[in-house]
């Protein structure tokens, strides 16, 4: 008996499932056409009257099956190839003929451009398969758990550089003057983590990094000509990561060589192909002399996050989309630990909490979601493409390594990885095998309370007698009454002794040493939850304990301070007094979290109470940075040097301090020689009160930038003018195809936010909102409007929640309506805080 065709719009059958593709392409970068030809070794597990695999955007000109030709009809809706052609249980072969287009979409194989030196621009055949556009370049069964190995050729003109997943192997000579460029077979893996990439460009000399086990792996940078000066701190990061990853995960690196390709155009940060990893320039390509830390700390975190991939994700796959999600998670995580590795002075476990609260603003409020939820069409994962993946996954993760202990999780990590390699899972498959190695630890029970749970836990604490008592609620940006309840393992400080409770149910008392004893929750800041302290126990962190304690520590009083103002419970005036007993913090991270919540009291008030905002502002930091001096000394470490560029922005800029302001422009006008951290906040500062010349210094630069960063930089700037003709330029600019579409939605992003002119900003996406959506990557919409949430004026409020009533961002359903959330939550703080913080403020 025949089995049916599947009736599942999203699924393919089981019936027939694919063990090596044998791939031929051959581009025309000039046409933005291709053609190709696949031949599929098929296992048919049993007898079907139709082979259905997926293909979109594609000719099909000839199909056979075991080497008959066979009738076949393309179903755009579902994106399917049906081969109308029975075949009986075993194995098969399906050849298949087909042409395509090179798009400018940047998805599928698409068109990357830059301009040469001499002026021309030169085409790149480049490739973006995440999450189901695999199918655009050649017929496949685009699932990721269809693994199969894949036998790669490029038929290139001769002067082209070709690379794909395996090292090159054979160059042939073609009749028609065209090379056939083979690369080595792959190990199996998912059809979305396919590289093609072709082009006029050049590779580095390999470096050979030690392999597990012996011999060694090549590791090159792929750029555009000319920029082979920016790949060594690249180079360095990628050979120290492979190294690390070996040993940490104690498996040898899976594949026979790692390129990292630095494309001109690409919608994402970067991606995890086998063997063949593709970047944005500015997140491969960096002058060390030239660019910032938080520039090189980019690099170095997607270059460790993509390497972490090629065991955690590519080794091991998730079975289906819902899974995507612990994929990045855990290279979120990995990424930290191996840039904390390779630049301990970075302290990345501690900047980390920045990226933890991002997730915390998301996750407060109503329409966030579980970190995995079902996903039935795969359009439906690329909601999972955010911070609740990203950094709430990661962070989660960090939380159970830290219960555990490193060295137990790592042995979780390795059993897993050793157990699935080759293969597919589900998420509980990770919780077992670190369980496996931890028997005694509630492992899938803690963590499961945690991924299939929306939000996250507000611990309060409060003192009676000599009990401490903790407790659980859900946290939230207003009024709730969930009782969702979490497995937390809170790591308590007394009196300077940690002890670790597992917080289940929704009260916990702890016996104190004594009734004056102090107290830190969450110590060590690796929970993922907010903090309350009743008034006795808060009254005891304030200076000078504050200064006793960890850096962390005093970066959470001061990030669940400002998130208790947007929650209600705490008020902007208290909030205010609160951050004058860091006046002698001297740490990067906890600098970090007032100037969040400074940016976010500047936003509550206007006119006469916003100047006086500002010299508080500037009274606060000024002492801070006159002690650190201002510029570098010899011996200075990076986060010092950091730490005077944020200061510099926030008194010249939010403090609207005019000798700042000043000295910014001095360096602006003389840079030679200055430090790139200090030549990054005053270009911020300058645009912030400067005028058409200025404008068009910063225009210039952009379009002259000798770096991918100072490129960025630049760009950005143009966003923080004053001037409302000013900004109508820069809102002109990125719709004039000046600035590269991977770049451009987040310049409008900038505009959005930009304090005096964000409606008219609005108002122009607004106006261009069709022309926006035809020419920009759809991953990129919704973080271009992100910034409305920031425009809480009540006609402001109404017009974009009515607009989006009526335009929906279909790659971000969810995160769009957490964007209108958050719009009306900050308008309600706004209505809620403007009158006594102006009071106050003009007071002073």
Known sequence: MLAAVTLDPYRLARTVSPTRYLLELQPDLHAATFSGRVDVELVVHEAVDQIVLNAIELGIESVSLDGSPVAFHLEPATERLVIDAAASAGQARLVIVFTGILNDKLHGWYRSTFVDADGHEQVIAASQMQATDCRRAFPCWDEPDFKAVFDITLVVDPHLLAVSNGAECSRVMRDDGRVAVGFRETMPMSTYLVAVIVGPLEATTAVEVPLTGGGTIPLRIIHVPGKGHLTAFGLDVGAAALRWYQDYYDIAYPTDKCDMVAL?????????????????????????????QIEQQLLADVITHELAHMWFGDLVTMKWWNGIWLNEAFATFMEVACCDAYRPDWKRWTTFSLERSVAFETDSLASTRPVEFPVQAPADCSGMFDVLTYQKGGALLRMLEQYLGEEPFRQGINEYLRTHAYGNTETGDLWDAIERANPSAPVRRL?????????????????????????????????????????????????????????????????LPSSESIVIINAGGHGFMRVDYDDVLRSRLVSPIIAQLTTIDRYNLVDDAWNSVIAGRLGARALLAFLEHFGSERELAVWQAMGIALRGVGRLVDGEAYTAFQAYVANL??????????????????????????????????????????????????????????????????????????????????????????QLRYMYALAEFPSAELIQRTLDLAMSGDVKTQNAPFLLNRCIANRHHGEMAWAFVRRNWATANERFPGNTIVRMIDPVKLLTAPAAVADVQSFFSEHQVPEAVKTLEQVLERQHVNAAIRSRESAGLTSLLTSL
């Open 264 to 292: 001109p155009d690409f919608a994402a940060g970067a991606m995890e192909n086998l063997g063949c990893i593709t970047y944005r320039e500015s997140l491969l390509l960096v002058d060390l002399s030239s660019s910032t």
């Open 447 to 511: 963590m499961d309370s945690w991924i299939w749970q929306p939000g996250y836990p507000l611990v309060s604490a409060r003192l009676e007698g000599a009990e401490l008592v903790i407790r659980q609620q859900r946290f939230a940006y207003g009024d709730t009454d969930d009782a969702t309840l979490f497995v937390i393992p809170v790591h308590i400080a007394i009196d300077g002794a940690e002890t670790k409770v597992l917080l289940e149910t929704d009260e916990v008392r702890v016996p």
């Open 621 to 710: 930091v000024n002492p801070v940075l006159a002690e650190l001096g201002p510029e570098p000394v010899v011996g200075e470490d990076d986060l010092t040097s950091k730490l005077r560029g944020l200061l510099t922005a926030m008194t010249g800029a939010l403090g609207n301090d005019s000798d700042t302001q000043a000295r910014c422009r001095a360096i602006v006008d003389a840079p030679a020689g200055v430090h790139p951290e200090l030549i990054a906040a005053a270009t911020t500062v300058v645009a912030s009160v400067g005028d058409e010349s200025d404008y068009d210094r910063f225009l210039h630069a952009f379009r002259t930038a000798a770096t991918p960063q100072e």
